[in-house]
């Protein structure tokens, strides 16, 4: 039984510090070669350019460790860095049962948010075992990884508390499926795009502001979708069809959008899009960002001019959440693993269909029964919660992050 296995064993704790510099683990771990000691474990963290490695080792042969200590010691000094040594048994204590990850986003994140964030973990009877910087630009994303306590009961403990501080937070399980979400499908109108698709084309009918008024009942879920789909496509009744082009001109893609979109492409990830929008502006998106899937309401075309009706199946509610379905069948990927993104309440079956559902700068409705909210304007902070840091990717983006 290994020294990491029992906790009687006795092990040294290496601790180095001081100024980053090239060479530094190579240095420590060719000065402890000539002891023939293992390596139980090793962590190292870089801050500011000042450097702390840690190596837990088991002890040298009887009568070796003085010269192992005056060895570490004389290194350490000889390229400007301290070191301590501690004698002590075993490695880390077991850790709870209970994997999460949980992603903060704050913009920024203060130490106030943080001790309270902190301290609701433990209050939740969590511990945590890791911390990592995902980005620090254009917001400022945390992840900790926790044990010893169940995913659910710590997004719930977790929920209130980020409603508070004015920060994001996301709970998800830990394991290997969270590197393996390979499906993200999206809502379109003020999610992947800036503008709300049927609002651009009601500016060119005249009817703007009573088009906007049936919208947003319909997004804060008091109004049925489909009835007001086919109130709101009626007001467009004799529009010539050459403003479909006008109106693919005049979409603005949310910030962020093509960096979510490329940086998934690049990591293997298929990507879709479903939307209570249309088909005449989400072929135009699928095309001009790669998209995987694309499905919305198709507006009715005769002799050059809208009817006022739409064709075919409406992608309403429960249409997105059967879409999603569909995408993950097609794509190969279980539901368990699908992201799905959204702003309105005819997002909520898809959201919550998902393994993870993403509020974007959401309706109160919509926030409250999403598995986390992003209340940041830019689309690619949902890259955090998925555990890609920025590093990730601008490697993955060739240098084109948008933010």
């Given at each position: 039984?290994?020294?990491?296995?029992?906790?009687d064993?006795?092990?040294?704790?290496?601790?180095?510090?001081?100024?980053?510099?090239?060479?530094?683990?190579?240095?420590?771990?060719?000065?402890?070669?000539?002891?023939?000691?293992?390596?139980?474990?090793?962590?190292?963290?870089?801050i500011?350019?000042?450097?702390?490695?840690?190596?837990l080792?088991?002890?040298?042969?009887?009568?070796?460790?003085?010269?192992?200590?005056?060895?570490?010691?004389?290194?350490?000094?000889?390229?400007?860095?301290?070191?301590?040594?501690?004698?002590?048994?075993?490695?880390?204590?077991?850790?709870?049962?209970?994997?999460?990850?949980?992603?903060?986003?704050?913009?920024?994140?203060?130490?106030?948010?943080?001790?309270?964030?902190?301290?609701?973990?433990?209050?939740?009877?969590?511990?945590?075992?890791?911390?990592?910087?995902?980005?620090?630009?254009?917001?400022?994303?945390?992840?900790?990884?926790?044990?010893?306590?169940?995913?659910?009961?710590?997004?719930?403990?977790?929920?209130?508390?980020?409603?508070?501080?004015?920060?994001?937070?996301?709970?998800?399980?830990?394991?290997?499926?969270?590197?393996?979400?390979?499906?993200?499908?999206?809502?379109?109108?003020?999610?992947?795009?800036?503008?709300?698709?049927?609002?651009?084309?009601?500016?060119?009918?005249?009817?703007?502001?009573?088009?906007?008024?049936?919208?947003?009942?319909?997004?804060?879920?008091?109004?049925?979708?489909?009835?007001?789909?086919?109130?709101?496509?009626?007001?467009?009744?004799?529009?010539?069809?050459?403003?479909?082009?006008?109106?693919?001109?005049?979409?603005?893609?949310?910030?962020?959008?093509?960096?979510?979109v490329?940086?998934?492409?690049?990591?293997?990830?298929q990507?879709?899009?479903?939307?209570?929008?249309?088909?005449?502006?989400?072929?135009?998106?699928?095309?001009?960002?790669?998209?995987d899937?694309?499905?919305?309401?198709?507006?009715?075309?005769?002799?050059?001019?809208?009817?006022?009706?739409?064709?075919?199946?409406?992608?309403?509610?429960?249409?997105?959440a059967?879409?999603?379905?569909?995408?993950?069948?097609?794509?190969?990927?279980?539901?368990?693993?699908?992201?799905?993104?959204?702003?309105?309440?005819?997002?909520?079956?898809?959201?919550?269909?998902?393994?993870?559902?993403?509020?974007?700068?959401?309706?109160?409705?919509v926030?409250?029964?999403?598995?986390?909210?992003?209340?940041?304007?830019?689309?690619?902070?949902?890259?955090?919660?998925?555990?890609?840091?920025?590093?990730?990717?601008?490697?993955?983006?060739?240098?084109?992050?948008?933010?």
């Amino acid at each position: 039984m290994s020294a990491a296995q029992n906790s009687d064993v006795p092990t040294l704790l290496v601790k180095i510090f001081g100024k980053d510099r090239p060479g530094t683990t190579a240095g420590l771990f060719e000065t402890l070669t000539a002891y023939r000691v293992d390596v139980v474990d090793i962590e190292q963290v870089v801050i500011r350019g000042r450097m702390v490695l840690c190596a837990l080792i088991t002890p040298p042969p009887a009568g070796q460790e003085g010269d192992l200590r005056a060895a570490v010691h004389s290194w350490a000094g000889s390229v400007k860095l301290e070191a301590e040594i501690l004698s002590g048994t075993g490695d880390n204590r077991p850790r709870g049962s209970g994997r999460s990850i949980v992603t903060v986003l704050g913009n920024p994140l203060t130490a106030g948010s943080t001790a309270a964030i902190t301290s609701r973990i433990t209050g939740a009877g969590g511990n945590i075992d890791r911390i990592f910087r995902l980005a620090k630009y254009p917001v400022t994303a945390v992840e900790f990884a926790v044990s010893g306590v169940e995913t659910a009961p710590l997004r719930t403990a977790l929920a209130t508390e980020a409603a508070a501080l004015g920060v994001d937070i996301a709970v998800v399980s830990a394991g290997l499926h969270r590197r393996a979400q390979r499906l993200v499908v999206m809502d379109v109108d003020s999610t992947l795009i800036q503008d709300e698709v049927i609002e651009l084309f009601a500016a060119h009918a005249g009817c703007e502001e009573k088009v906007a008024e049936v919208t947003a009942a319909a997004m804060r879920g008091e109004l049925d979708f489909e009835q007001s789909l086919h109130a709101r496509v009626a007001l467009l009744e004799g529009l010539d069809a050459s403003v479909v082009e006008k109106v693919r001109s005049e979409v603005r893609l949310t910030p962020g959008a093509r960096t979510l979109v490329r940086t998934l492409k690049r990591l293997g990830y298929q990507v879709g899009v479903v939307s209570g929008g249309f088909t005449q502006v989400t072929d135009d998106l699928k095309e001009r960002l790669g998209l995987d899937f694309a499905q919305a309401n198709t507006l009715e075309i005769v002799d050059g001019r809208l009817t006022g009706r739409v064709i075919g199946e409406v992608v309403d509610r429960a249409g997105k959440a059967r879409l999603l379905r569909r995408f993950a069948a097609e794509a190969g990927v279980p539901l368990a693993q699908t992201v799905a993104i959204g702003d309105g309440a005819n997002d909520l079956d898809m959201l919550n269909t998902a393994g993870l559902g993403v509020a974007f700068n959401a309706k109160p409705v919509v926030r409250e029964a999403a598995h986390t909210a992003v209340n940041v304007p830019f689309l690619d902070t949902v890259l955090y919660l998925l555990g890609i840091s920025r590093e990730e990717v601008e490697a993955a983006d060739g240098g084109l992050v948008e933010n």
